[in-house]
Nanobody, 127 residues
Framework: QVQLVESGGGSVQAGGSLRLSCAAS????????MGWFRQAPGKEREGVAA???????SYADSLKGRFTISKDNAKNTLYLQMNSLEPEDTAMYYC?????????????????????WGQGTLVTVSS
């Protein structure tokens, strides 16, 4: 059973930074591809960034340069560093894990069938 728990969300002013964490348990963490998604009210869940089991990263084009995904295998934890935050970044942020989808594009296409999701952490950016 794959279990993911996000943390690190909160309220921040535009231009600020936050680092989200996703603690993984219940499986061999290093064998899974991991990703971050977000969902704003009234909008579809969209892919943000992913890291495959070999450490290669991929990002949504619109977010490249402001967001950085990383992981600490020793701590079984995935991170999302978010800089220069904008009000449009306000959303619930979710962590996901999957054995087969290695990029954010493939995770997004298959988001209805990914192996596991966390419960989400809320990020609010004020202007």
């Amino acid at each position: 059973q794959v279990q993911l728990v996000e943390s690190g969300g909160g309220s921040v002013q535009a231009g600020g930074s936050l680092r989200l964490s996703c603690a993984a348990s219940g499986y061999t963490y290093s064998r899974y591809h991991m990703g971050w998604f977000r969902q704003a009210p009234g909008k579809e869940r969209e892919g943000v960034a992913a890291m495959d089991s070999d450490g290669s990263t991929s990002y949504a084009d619109s977010l490249k340069g402001r967001f950085t995904i990383s992981k600490d295998n020793a701590k079984n934890t995935l991170y999302l560093q978010m800089n220069s935050l904008e009000p449009e970044d306000t959303a619930m942020y979710y962590c996901a894990a999957d054995r087969f989808a290695p990029t954010i594009a493939t995770m997004t296409i298959n988001r209805g069938a990914l192996d596991a999701w966390g419960q989400g952490t809320l990020v609010t950016v004020s202007s």
